[in-house]
């Protein structure tokens, strides 16, 4: 696929997978994106998972036919990126790994190569040509190795896996908008790079001034006609930006809890608040944890379960505290039978993320009913 005379597509969409990771739900599908950047040397930006080796290849020879690739160029060692130096290598024997120091302990421990490695650092430039690329270290978004390769000719950002997404890209890789990306940007940032909102405030810092024109990600869309609104949706990511509204997340064994959930969210409504409605047992939770990343409100329910959180919703809080999510004000409900402890542990895990806590929490024993159960003792509370 021909992004411009220079830069060609050779990745690939991944429609079998079911969990990302073997965590995070891809019902639309995700990309593996590689790109060759074609000169009088050829340099192939980043490879792909395991599984593609062979489509990897022919669409790389589709497009240099005999030619060779001069340089393998490593943003980011995740498997999903890099599964195939070692092919790569062996299919082209002479060509020169460039990466960053950081990388050079993955690349042996992951593909065993440690030969005919060119090592670069901030700010370096590798000329292929007409076409220079120019390296910029971005650590921590999201491992400690990762960076951005930058070629001003063409004004575009091999940007690993910043402003990526989940979902396969359409024919061609290039979309008009972000508008259609947004939701699985978002989940994607939430899930997996969501720890690390101040190392994304810095790359940002670092790469704005460089006058991208287009940013070619690890996965989903490679962007060019909204750059200022994909700057502009991870800047609020990774900067806790947060709209006016309320997600509510929750789990129920037996469905009292869910009747209490359903209760708020309608009182809410009522109200003219968004609301956003998880169910943490028929869902994944990332689809909580990317409204959670949009919102300044989050309610959760749990009934009391051996004494503590209902497993779901306790993976679900300590999902929140595992990426730092801070500042959010918070309410917590939930039945019981006989010991009504999970919204005191709630109450708990809320202070420890320095959340505000609006409301005491409400339980209520056994089945639940109106009388049992005043939504709007949290509601009210909230306009």
């Known amino acids: 696929m021909k ?3 220079k830069i060609r597509y050779v990745g690939m969409n991944d429609r079998q997978t079911v969990l990302f990771e073997h965590q995070w739900p891809v019902p639309e599908g995700v990309s593996y994106n590689s790109y060759l950047v074609v000169d009088e040397k050829i340099a192939l930006i980043d490879t792909a998972a395991a599984a593609f080796k062979d489509e990897f290849l022919s669409n790389i ?12 160029v490593v943003n980011h060692m995740e498997p999903d990126h890099s599964a195939l130096q070692a092919v790569i290598r062996n299919e082209y ?3 020169t790994i460039v990466t960053n120091a950081k990388a050079v302990p993955m690349i042996e421990g992951y593909q065993g190569l440690t030969d005919n490695i060119k090592v670069i650092k901030e700010g370096e ?8 690329l120019q390296f910029y270290m971005i650590p ?3 491992w400690p190795e990762t960076m951005v390769t930058w070629c001003p000719e063409e004004k575009t950002a091999f940007s690993g896996d910043a402003f990526g997404c989940f979902r396969a890209v359409p024919e061609g890789c290039l979309v008009d908008g972000i508008v259609d990306f947004k939701e699985e940007m978002t989940r994607y940032y939430a899930s997996i790079v969501g720890k690390y909102g101040q190392t994304v405030q810095a790359a940002l810092r670092k790469v704005s001034p460089l006058g991208i024109e287009r940013i070619c990600p690890t996965h989903g869309p490679v962007w060019e006609k909204d750059i200022p609104e994909v700057f502009g949706w991870y800047d609020r990511l990774s900067a806790a930006k947060l709209e006016r509204g309320v997600t509510i997340a929750y789990g129920s064994m037996y469905g009292n809890t869910a009747k209490a959930a359903q209760a708020i969210a ?11 409605l998880h169910d943490l047992c028929e869902e994944n939770y990332s689809y909580a944890l990317a409204d959670v990343f949009l919102y300044d409100t989050l309610i959760v329910g749990s009934p009391t379960y051996n004494a503590g959180i209902f497993p779901p919703v306790q993976s679900f809080m300590e999902a929140l505290k595992a990426r730092g999510v801070k500042n959010r004000r918070f309410a917590a409900f939930g039945s019981y039978t006989w010991a009504g402890m999970s919204v005191k542990l709630l109450n708990a895990l809320a202070a420890e993320m320095q959340f505000e806590t609006v409301h005491d929490g409400l339980s209520f024993a056994q089945g639940y009913s109106a009388d049992k159960f005043n939504a709007s003792e949290i509601v009210d509370l909230l306009i």
Do not use: A, F, W
């Open 3 to 5: 992004i411009s005379d």
């Open 61 to 72: 020879k589709e497009e240099i036919g005999d030619r060779k690739i001069d340089y393998l």
């Open 93 to 95: 024997p002479d060509c």
């Open 125 to 132: 430039t590798l000329s292929l040509g007409g076409t220079t």
């Open 140 to 142: 921590m978004v999201h």
């Open 266 to 276: 309608q009182e809410l409504e009522n109200k003219g608040i968004t609301v956003k």
